[in-house]
C-alpha cells in the first residue's frame, strides 16, 4: 500500500485502520470499541479491552525467546555490561513488582523513579506497569525544586532511586537531592527504595528508606500475577515544560500506547522481533519511556540502556556497542552527532556496522551539514522523526515500513498514520496551504499512544492545547511550520516559551522563577538563542534589588538555577542590566532580546516604551558574548 492511501484509511477509517493495528499486541480481553470520541478532545481507545504493558514488554515472549537478551545495561562511567534474557528480565521484574507490593503499592498509586540509567530502572518501570501502578520518572539531572513541585503534583506513595549517577567520570549524587525535594515537599512519599552503587556515601533515614538489595533478596523467588487493566488505565505521568513555570503532566494511558508502539515499531522504525535497538537517550524523557523501554521490549527485541557520554573512553563506544550487539536500529539526537562530528571520522570507519539498517534523530531541528555528515560517515539512511511528550511517538517522519519515500533535508518527512496534521494561521485559524507559515495543529481525536489529559487537570489539558487557535478545537503543537508542494513538513521553531537546549526540552518561565528567588534580583528574563552545538542555549537578563552588590551576582544565580532545577537548566549567560525592553503596558519583550542576542534585527519596536534600552543591552552583549 503507498503512504498516502495507508495515511488516508488512517484518517478515513480510524477503526477499521486501528483495529488491524490492535492485532500487534495481546489482549486478555477484547475491546468492544475501537474509538470512543463522544466527548472530544478526550479519545478514548481500545475501551472495555484489557491488557498489560508488562506482559506485552516480557511475559509475551516467554515462549518463542526466554533465552534471548532482552535488556543489555552498558555504563561506561563505572565499566559495567550487565545482560538479560527475557527470563532473567521477567525474574527481575517480579521482584520488583514483589517489593512494591509487599510495601503496600497497588494498582493506581504512584511511583516516582529518579534514577540514572541503570537496569534497575527498567525493572522499576515495568514491576510498576505489571501491578497496574502509575509511574513518574523523573529526570536524574533534575535537581530539588524540580523534583519537589513533581512530588507534590504526583503524590507518589513510594520513590524508587539510586544513591548516585555518574558523568564524564564523576559521581553524581542524587540521593541528597531527593531528600532534600522530600523535606520541601508538603506530600511525602511512604516509602523511599534506594539501588546501593557503591558510588556515594549517603544518610538512611530509618522507616523510609529501604534497600534494595536487601529487599530483593527477600523476594527472589516471588512471582505476582500480571494485574489485567482497561485499556484507558494510566501507564504512567512524564512532566513537561510549558508556558507557565508549572510542569505539566502528560498523562498516557495503557493500550492505545501499546498499539501506538508497536505499529511505529513496524512502519516508521523497522525493527524486527529478535533485533537490537540503541536508543541514546535517557529514561526521564518520552523517548527514553518510548524507544528505550517499551517500544522495543513490546516488539520482542533486545534494547540497549546506555549511562555515560558519547565521548567516554572515545569517540567510538556508541559504534563500538553497534558492532558488539547487532544493533539493527538506533535513535538519537542531533546535538549528539554534532558533538561526535567534531571528532576524528576515523572513529566511525573503525567498527562494523553492517547490522545497522538505519539512524533516526529527534528532539531538535535537524540541520543540513549536520545530517549530510552523519550520513556519509555511516552510509545509512538518517530519518529525522518530529513529535512532542505529548505524542509519545512521531507525528511526522517517513515511514519506511510503509513505503520509502525520498528525504529532504530539513524535513521530517510526512504526518504518521493517524495524525491529521494542518497548517493554521495562528489569528485567524484559517487552514493554510503549501508554502505558507502556521501553527502546527492536529484535528482529533488525538491518535492512539498521545496524551489523554493533563495529570488531575482535565480543564488545563483542553485550555492550554486544544484553545489556542481562534474558534475551533483542534490541538496545538506549539511548533511553527510550513508544508511544501509534496506535503513534507519543516519545522520553523516554538510559537512559546519552550526552548530545546541539547534535544532537552525546557520552559524559560521556571528558569526565570528560579532566578526570581535570590535575593538581589527585582526582575528577568530568559530567552533561548541559537547555539552551534546545542540547537540553542538559554541566557538571562537580570535587574539587580542593589546595583551596589552585583560583582559575584551572574554566578550566584548560576548557582541558584543549578541547585533548584538542576544544571541541565544552567543559563549559558545571565546579564546583569538596569532596564528590560517593554511594551507601554509593561510587558518584557522577550522576542527583541531574543533577536538582539542573537545578533538580528530586533524588527519593530515601536511599541516599546524605551528604545534606548535595547540600543544598552546590546552593547552589552557585544562587549560580553555568549561563549559556545
Ligand atoms: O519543538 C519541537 C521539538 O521538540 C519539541 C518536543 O520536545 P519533547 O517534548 O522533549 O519531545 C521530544 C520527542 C522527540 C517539539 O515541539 N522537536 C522535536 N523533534 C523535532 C523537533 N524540532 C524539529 N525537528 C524535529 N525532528
Redesign the pocket.
Known amino acids: 500500500m503507498s503512504y498516502k492511501a495507508f495515511h488516508e484509511r488512517s484518517i478515513k477509517d480510524p477503526d477499521g485502520f486501528w483495529g488491524d493495528q490492535a492485532k500487534l499486541i495481546h489482549w486478555e480481553k477484547p475491546f468492544k470499541k475501537v474509538l470512543e470520541y463522544s466527548n472530544p478532545p478526550f479519545a478514548k481507545w481500545f475501551e472495555g479491552g484489557q491488557t498489560n504493558l508488562c506482559y506485552n514488554a516480557v511475559d509475551r515472549h516467554l515462549a518463542d525467546r526466554a533465552d534471548q537478551v532482552a535488556l543489555v545495561s552498558v555504563s561506561t562511567e563505572t565499566n559495567q555490561e550487565r545482560a538479560f534474557t527475557f527470563k532473567e528480565l521477567y525474574s527481575e521484574v517480579n521482584r520488583m513488582a514483589a517489593i512494591l507490593k509487599a510495601n503496600g503499592v497497588q494498582k493506581g498509586d504512584r511511583v516516582l523513579i529518579y534514577m540514572p540509567m541503570i537496569a534497575e530502572a527498567c525493572f522499576a518501570m515495568l514491576a510498576c506497569a505489571r501491578i497496574g501502578a502509575i509511574h513518574s520518572v523523573v529526570f536524574g539531572g533534575f535537581a530539588s525544586h524540580s523534583l519537589a513541585s513533581r512530588i507534590d503534583d504526583a503524590k507518589p506513595k513510594m520513590i524508587i532511586t539510586a544513591e548516585a549517577g555518574a558523568r564524564g567520570g564523576k559521581a553524581v549524587p542524587y540521593k541528597p537531592l531527593l531528600d532534600e525535594a522530600i523535606e520541601l515537599a508538603t506530600v511525602k512519599p511512604e516509602k523511599v527504595l534506594l539501588v546501593n552503587r557503591g558510588l556515594t556515601e549517603y544518610t538512611t533515614i530509618q522507616g523510609r528508606d529501604l534497600d534494595y538489595a536487601a529487599e530483593r533478596q527477600k523476594h527472589l523467588d516471588d512471582l505476582v500475577p500480571v494485574e489485567w487493566v482497561d485499556s484507558t488505565h494510566i501507564s504512567y505521568i512524564l512532566y513537561?515544560s510549558g508556558t507557565t513555570g508549572k510542569p505539566k503532566g502528560v498523562q498516557r494511558d495503557t493500550g492505545g500506547y501499546a498499539v501506538a508502539l508497536a505499529a511505529s515499531m513496524k512502519h516508521i522504525f523497522c525493527g524486527n522481533p529478535g533485533e537490537t535497538m540503541f536508543t541514546t537517550s535517557d529514561i526521564g524523557?518520552?523517548?527514553g519511556h518510548s524507544y528505550i523501554i517499551y517500544a522495543p521490549l513490546i516488539n520482542g527485541m533486545a534494547t540497549i540502556m546506555y549511562e555515560g557520554t558519547p565521548l567516554r573512553p572515545d569517540a567510538g563506544i556508541w559504534w563500538q556497542l553497534v558492532e558488539k550487539y547487532k544493533v539493527s536500529v538506533m535513535f538519537s539526537a542531533p546535538t549528539a552527532i554534532r558533538v561526535l562530528k567534531k571528532q576524528d571520522p576515523a572513529f566511525l570507519t573503525k567498527y562494523d556496522l553492517s547490522s545497522l539498517r538505519a539512524l533516526f534523530l529527534?528532539?531538535?531541528?535537524?540541520d543540513e551539514p549536520t545530517a549530510s555528515w552523519i550520513h556519509g560517515a555511516i552510509n545509512k539512511p538518517v530519518v529525522?522523526?518530529?513529535?512532542?511528550?505529548?505524542t509519545g511517538w512521531p507525528m511526522l517522519a517517513i515511514q519506511r515500513g510503509v513505503e520509502v519515500m525520498p528525504h529532504k533535508f530539513g524535513s521530517?518527512g510526512v504526518p504518521s498514520f493517524g495524525y491529521n496534521m494542518k497548517l493554521l494561521d495562528d489569528s485567524t485559524g484559517v487552514e493554510l496551504g503549501a508554502n505558507e507559515k502556521g501553527v502546527i495543529a492536529i484535528e482529533g481525536p488525538l491518535p492512539p499512544g498521545c496524551m489523554q489529559t493533563v495529570w488531575g487537570d482535565d480543564k488545563r489539558f483542553v485550555s492550554t492545547y486544544w484553545e489556542t487557535i481562534p474558534g475551533k478545537l483542534i490541538y496545538s503543537?506549539?511548533?511553527w511550520g510550513i508544508k511544501d508542494d509534496d506535503g513534507y513538513f519543516f519545522?520553523l521553531g516554538?510559537t512559546d516559551d519552550?526552548i530545546?537546549v541539547a534535544g532537552?526540552?525546557l520552559g524559560t518561565r521556571e528558569i526565570e522563577e528560579s532566578i526570581s528567588s535570590h535575593p538581589n534580583v527585582s526582575e528577568i528574563a530568559v530567552v533561548g538563542i541559537e547555539d552551534k552545538l546545542k540547537g540553542q542555549v538559554a541566557i538571562g537578563f537580570a535587574i539587580p534589588k542593589d546595583a551596589g552588590k552585583v560583582d559575584t551576582l551572574e554566578a550566584e544565580l548560576m548557582k541558584t538555577v543549578d541547585t533548584q532545577l538542576g544544571a541541565i537548566a544552567r543559563p549559558a549567560r545571565v546579564y546583569i542590566v538596569t532596564a528590560l525592553p517593554k511594551t507601554r503596558s509593561g510587558k518584557i519583550v522577550r522576542r527583541a532580546l531574543q533577536a538582539v542576542a542573537e545578533g538580528r534585527d530586533p524588527g519593530d519596536i515601536s511599541t516599546m516604551e524605551d528604545q534606548a534600552v535595547l540600543a544598552q543591552i546590546k552593547t552589552i552583549i557585544e562587549e560580553n558574548p555568549v561563549k559556545s
Do not use: C, S
Open positions: 513537561t524523557w518520552v523517548v529527534a528532539g531538535e531541528p535537524l529525522d522523526n518530529y513529535w512532542q511528550t505529548e521530517p503543537t506549539f511548533d519545522i516554538r519552550v530545546n532537552h526540552r
